[in-house]
């Protein structure tokens, strides 16, 4: 029908004319109630924002000769990140010479990956980049 028309019968029906699709040939339109239409899309959004779960990432840092207290006292820290639900990304500095020692680096994740191996899994393995060896653990399932 034409615009006119459309527009019309809106009027009388005291609604709205909105174009749903207007790169159609001819653009299609619907009459309805805009405000209503409006207001019912940002309760749906509101609704969907409401139900969705933000994952964080929570970063713990130590050098590659870390005592075994320490690592104790850091893994209890990210066993409660993994427990809400959070990511944690391991991160060892190397300082100075160090990093030529690589191997004690990959020591101290693999003492901190047997400490917290209960609560997670693996997501991003121990790579250096840099002067960092970083690791990524993610909650189990």
């Known amino acids: 029908m034409s615009s006119k028309q459309a527009l019309e019968i809106a009027a009388e029906r005291q609604l709205d004319l909105v174009k749903v699709a207007p790169q159609a ?37 130590f050098s590659p000769t870390i005592e075994d207290h320490d690592l104790n006292f ?3 820290n990210a066993q409660k990140f993994l427990e809400d639900g959070d990511k944690v990304k391991v991160t060892i500095r190397f300082r100075g010479r160090e990093v030529d020692h690589a191997a004690f680096g990959e020591k101290a994740l693999g003492r901190f ?29």
């Open 113 to 141: 990956y047997d400490i917290v191996k209960d609560n997670c899994v693996v997501e991003k393995p121990a790579k250096l980049e840099g002067r960092n060896m970083i690791m990524v653990l993610a909650p189990k399932q």
């Open 74 to 76: 850091k893994a209890k």
């Open 25 to 61: 040939k001819p653009p299609v339109c619907r009459i309805m109630d805009y405000g209503k239409f409006k207001f019912e899309q940002s309760k749906k959004e509101k609704e969907a924002r409401k139900n969705q779960k933000v994952i964080s990432i929570k970063e713990i840092r």
